[in-house]
C-alpha cells in the first residue's frame, strides 16, 4: 500500500508532496550521475505542516519522509517515490530508518539541550539513506530558546537535509521559523473518508467506525480509540452528562471535581503501564543489584527520570482535561443545531433525549456564551492556572448560561 493512502481526505496536499519528491528523487539521481540537476523544482530542505487536531499532520510528514526514501525500482520507469514496501519506505514509517530522526515529546515543552542534538544531527550526511530527514511532530511545543537553535539550521540547512516540522497553526511556530518554511495547511478530514480508513485499515466494523467517526469530527487518532478502547467510552460517555447535572452550584463543583479525578486516573493508568518498565529498564542498565540497591553516583539519574515522568503525568492529564473540554463543546455545539434548525449532521446522537432537552430550555444566545465558557477553560489551562478552579469557573458559567 502505498505511503499516501494514510492520508485522508487530503488530496491537495497529497500531490504538492508526490510533486515534490519526484523532485527531490530527481535532484538525488543528478547528483549521483554527476548530472545537471531539474532547472525547477518542487523540492525545498524545510516544510510546515499545520493543520487541526486529527488532520494527519504527523502522518503526512511521516509519509513524506518515507517517500524521500523511497528506494523502489519501480522509480526510473515512472513510478510515484512511497511504494510502501521497500526498505527505505518500510524502516521509515516504522521509525528504524538510520537517516529519519521522529521526534515527539509527552512534556509539556521541547528543551534547548533536545534541539541541539537535532541540529548536530542535520548537518551529517545521510549514512545509508538518501536524504537525512528530521520530523518533529510537536513543534509547537518548542520553547523560545530551543526554537532559535532550530532557526540556524533551517537557515543554512546541509545540502541532503530535510526538515518536518508538525504544528496546529503557523502562530504555534517562530515567525522567523516559519518564513523559511514551505507551508501546507491540512484540513478536517471528511467523516465518510475517517470511518472508510478505520474499516479497511483497522478491520472495525462498519456501523461502529461511522458511530466514531461521526462523534469525532473526523479525527482519525480519536476515532479509532472510541472504536477500541472501552475506557475512553466510558470516560466520554461521563462527560457528556454532565451538562444535566449542573443544576445548582453543588452540582457544579462536584461535576468539576469528577472531571478532574477521571483526567488524573487517565494519567496515573498510564504512567503505570509506561513509568515501571521505564525505571527498571533504567535500573538494569546502571547495574542495580538483586536487593534493589543502586550503585553510587546513579541517584542524580534516577532523579532526572522521576522528573521527567512527573512531567509527563501533568501533559497526560492535561490532555485528557483537553479533550473531554473538546467533547463538550461538541454537545454545545449540537445544541445549537438543533435550535437553530441547522441541517448540519448531529455528532452525538447517543446523547439526543439530552441535547433536544436543553435545546428546548436556552437560547442560541446562551448556547453561544456556554461555547465560550469552554474555551476560555481551555486557553485558562494552557496558561497553567490551577485546573480545579478553571473546571469549577467553567461549570458555574455553563449553568447560568
Known amino acids: 500500500m502505498p505511503v499516501w493512502d494514510d492520508l485522508v481526505g487530503q488530496e491537495k496536499v497529497t500531490v504538492q508532496l508526490v510533486g515534490a519528491a519526484r523532485d527531490a528523487d530527481a535532484l538525488v539521481t543528478a547528483t ?8 525547477a523544482s518542487k523540492m525545498t530542505h524545510a516544510w510546515l505542516f499545520t493543520g487541526p487536531p486529527g488532520s494527519g499532520r504527523s502522518t503526512a510528514a511521516r509519509a513524506f519522509a518515507a517517500a524521500l526514501q523511497c528506494v523502489s525500482p519501480d522509480r526510473a520507469l515512472g513510478g510515484v517515490p512511497g511504494c ?7 524502516t521509515s514509517l516504522v521509525g528504524t530508518h538510520a537517516d529519519v530522526q521522529i521526534v515527539r515529546t509527552d512534556l509539556l515543552s521541547i528543551g534547548v539541550k533536545e534541539t541541539r542534538d537535532l541540529v548536530r544531527r542535520a548537518q551529517m550526511s545521510p549514512a545509508t539513506g538518501r536524504w537525512q530527514v528530521i520530523v518533529l511532530e510537536d513543534a509547537d511545543r518548542l520553547t523560545e530558546g530551543a526554537g532559535n537553535v532550530i532557526l540556524k539550521a533551517v537557515e543554512e540547512p546541509a545540502p541532503r537535509t530535510v526538515w518536518l516540522l ?21 484540513r478536517t ?42 475506557r475512553a467510552r466510558a470516560r466520554r460517555a461521563a462527560v457528556l452528562k454532565l451538562p444535566l447535572r449542573i ?5 457544579c463543583l462536584k461535576a468539576a471535581q469528577e472531571l478532574i479525578d477521571t483526567a488524573s486516573e487517565d494519567a496515573k493508568q498510564l504512567a503505570e503501564e509506561v513509568d515501571v518498565k521505564e525505571t527498571d529498564d533504567l535500573k538494569a542498565a546502571l547495574g542495580a543489584s538483586q536487593g534493589g540497591r543502586m550503585p ?17 503525568r501533568t501533559r497526560t492529564q492535561r490532555d485528557s482535561l483537553d479533550l473531554a473540554l473538546i467533547d463538550l463543546t461538541g454537545f454545545y455545539r449540537d445544541v445549537l443545531a438543533l435550535q437553530l434548525g441547522s441541517r448540519v449532521a448531529i455528532a452525538n446522537t447517543e446523547v439526543q433525549d439530552s441535547l433536544e432537552r436543553i435545546a428546548r430550555g436556552s437560547s442560541p444566545e446562551a448556547t453561544l456564551r456556554r461555547i465560550d465558557a469552554i474555551a476560555a477553560c481551555r486557553e485558562a489551562l494552557d496558561r497553567n492556572v490551577a485546573p480545579l478552579l478553571a473546571v469549577e469557573a467553567m461549570a458555574v458559567t455553563l449553568r447560568a448560561g
Open 247 to 251: 443544576d445548582d452550584v453543588g452540582g
Open 84 to 90: 510502501g514496501f521497500c526498505d527505505g519506505c518500510h
Open 32 to 39: 549521483a550521475e554527476d548530472t545537471a540537476p531539474p532547472e
Open 296 to 312: 553510587r553516583g546513579t541517584a542524580g539519574v534516577m532523579k532526572d527520570l522521576e522528573d521527567k515522568q512527573k512531567r509527563r
Open 166 to 186: 508538525c504544528a496546529p497553526s503557523i502562530e504555534d511556530v517562530l515567525p522567523t521559523i516559519r518564513s523559511r518554511c514551505r507551508l501546507l495547511t491540512l
Open 189 to 230: 478530514p471528511p467523516v465518510e473518508a475517517v470511518a472508510d480508513i478505520l474499516v479497511r485499515r483497522d478491520g472495525i466494523e462498519p456501523t461502529v467506525a461511522a458511530a466514531v467517526a461521526r462523534a469525532t469530527q473526523g479525527h482519525i487518532g480519536r476515532a479509532r480509540r472510541l472504536a477500541t478502547d472501552e
